[in-house]
């Protein structure tokens, strides 16, 4: 399945990008607007060090992954997409949905795959949690929630909703698979005036079901937690523990008597989940997307439904 990738934009999340399609044996370019980063890399992987330009002429390339500013994801995936190269571009797809329905229709009319860096959704745990809430083992959902919060890098390009939101968010809409009836957000900016650092996003979902995204990067501890709730069990895929102990279930019991509620609590069960490196689950993933032997998952139109409620946040309403 020896696929050639070339990977634009080496920094912060790109070199991690590179080490694994490197690891996978399908890393055969690089580009970075910073020369010396871009030497770097390319001595260390052994592999050429070219300009964008030059990536998109050369047809021994199939999938180009860019790892760039947002600002930048519409006008380079469609570059790519017209030069017939599959499309592995980071989160969020694009910036309006202008730009991202340009993208869809652009990876349709050449026949070249669109995937967005959803990276949670390739998590193994993650895909366990799917599976226990398809095969109806914590039952009929009634709540979902994300907390994912840190002291962390404050960045001056994008707030902390279009930083932190996108992976809960597109977890969410994975597990409720129904359309978004309304989306409410509650903003903070407290480091700089301009810049949000503290949110929380709350959906209603057309079956009346809700859910919410708690995000911020001026939180003393981190936490990366996704609760599902549901009429027969809980379930909490808790990202800062071990892996063994990264998914927990709650058979709690909530039963009612007249206008008395009473709750049974069970002890937390773990999951038994093997283990594989997120990150190189979903750099494989994109790999067997080009060779056919998977369906899409996080494409243009998931990552178009994605940015949706991201833009609907953005407001302060």
């Not at 050639?4 to 607007?33: M, Q, S």
């Not at 030497?39 to 199939?62: H, M, P, R, W």
């Not at 927990?248 to 909530?254: F, S």
Request: charged share 25%; with cysteine.
């Amino acid at each position: 399945m020896k696929k050639n990738i070339a990977v634009i934009g080496c920094g912060y999340w790109g070199k991690n990008l590179v080490r694994n399609f490197y690891e996978l044996g399908c890393l055969v370019a690089i580009c970075d607007p910073d020369i010396d980063l871009a030497k770097a890399i390319s001595e260390t992987y052994k592999v050429k060090n070219l300009s964008f330009n030059n990536i998109l002429k050369d047809q021994s390339i199939e999938g180009v992954v860019l790892a760039v500013p947002a600002s930048l994801h519409a006008k380079m995936s469609i570059k790519a997409l017209n030069a017939k190269k599959h499309v592995f571009v980071e989160k969020p797809i694009s910036l309006n949905q202008s730009e991202a329905k340009k993208m869809i229709e652009c990876s349709k009319n050449n026949n070249m795959h669109l995937m967005v860096g959803h990276l949670l959704q390739y998590h193994p745990i993650f895909i366990m949690v799917k599976k226990l809430v398809v095969d109806n083992q914590l039952g009929k959902l009634k709540y979902v929630y994300s907390n994912r919060l840190s002291l962390g890098k404050v960045r001056s390009e994008e707030d902390v909703i279009w930083s932190f939101a996108p992976h809960d968010i597109s977890m969410i809409l994975s597990l409720v698979q129904e359309p978004v009836k309304s989306v409410k957000s509650k903003i903070n900016s407290i480091i700089r005036e301009d810049i949000a650092d503290n949110a929380i996003i709350h959906l209603e979902f057309e079956s009346g079901l809700k859910a919410h995204v708690s995000v911020s990067w001026i939180n003393p501890f981190k936490e990366q937690k996704l609760v599902i709730i549901g009429d027969k069990a809980m379930a909490v895929f808790d990202d800062t523990k071990p892996w063994d102990e990264k998914l927990g279930i709650y058979d709690h019991k909530i039963s009612k008597d007249g206008y008395q509620t009473y709750t049974d609590k069970a002890d937390i069960k773990y999951v038994n989940v093997k283990y594989a490196e997120p990150l190189k689950e979903e750099c494989l993933y994109f790999l067997n997307l080009i060779a056919g032997n998977v369906p899409p998952l996080t494409d243009g139109l998931e990552g178009a439904k994605v940015l949706s409620v991201l833009n609907q946040s953005s407001y302060k309403n």
